[in-house]
């Protein structure tokens, strides 16, 4: 099949709550150099994710992060598909916990605490005591990258969901991956980093450190790198 005919049939197969973001998400990928056919197909899985009431967005955004990696076509592809599984699984984990109708932005901070190694009644514990559907999704991207750097799940957990419920400003929540990530740096275990976390429930002064001292650098959290299935290395490991 030609790519030309390719593209018929995903504009056929777009459902109409796509059809207005499509070109949108097509040209965001032609910007970042994502060839023809790569588009295509992450366009017919991101319409697939939207007609089962995913968002599409961070497929797009996993395709054009594994590009910039230079991580071959086929794993990209592979990344994307694999994504818009964990997405619905992360919806359906929501509802099972109380929440009939959570916003894409919390499914995908879902999705990516559940890559994390987060299970279904912690989610709903970070969403619960959430003040918002935005917090909820900073406090899942925060646990989740609290377990990155070896904190056990239900610690990183609890540490959140306690920051979150003493009133902790946003600012100090974002603050928790940088904060373990240099007391890690000076040679402190995980579990003795969650033990000090817990205790201070909060950003850099609440954690033992000055205030400025292992700043939150640009992008952290949320998450991190795109997902790529077993066998293909990130570059520089």
Do not use: C, Y
């Not at 060839?35 to 295509?40: F, G, H």
């Not at 992450?42 to 594994?66: F, N, S, Y």
Request: glycine fraction near 12%.
């Amino acid at each position: 099949m030609t790519i030309r005919r390719s593209w018929l049939l995903v504009l056929l197969l777009i459902p109409p709550a796509l059809a207005g973001q499509q070109p949108d998400l097509q040209e965001q990928m032609r910007t970042r150099g994502l060839p023809d056919e790569l588009v295509a197909q992450v366009t017919t899985v991101a319409a697939d994710a939207t007609a089962q009431g995913l968002p599409a967005d961070p497929l797009v955004q996993k395709a054009i992060e594994g590009w910039a990696k230079r991580v071959p076509p086929d794993r990209i592809l592979a990344a994307v598909r694999q994504f818009r599984l964990r997405l619905h699984d992360a919806r359906e984990a929501l509802m099972g916990t109380g929440h009939p109708d959570p916003l894409g932005p919390v499914v995908t901070a879902a999705a990516e605490a559940m890559g994390r190694g987060l299970e279904r009644h912690q989610l709903g514990s970070v969403v619960d005591a959430a003040p918002s559907p935005v917090a909820a999704g900073r406090g899942l991207r925060v646990a989740a990258a609290l377990t990155a750097q070896g904190i056990r799940a239900d610690e990183a957990v609890a540490i959140v969901v306690r920051a979150m419920r003493q009133g902790q400003p946003d600012a100090q929540l974002l603050d928790l991956p940088s904060v373990a990530n240099a007391m890690r740096a000076r040679g402190m275990p995980p579990g003795q980093i969650g033990q000090r976390l817990m205790r201070g429930a909060g950003g850099a002064a609440g954690a033992g450190m000055s205030p400025g001292q292992g700043g939150r650098p640009p992008g952290v959290p949320p998450g991190g790198p795109p997902d790529i299935p077993p066998g293909q290395k990130k570059k520089g490991s």
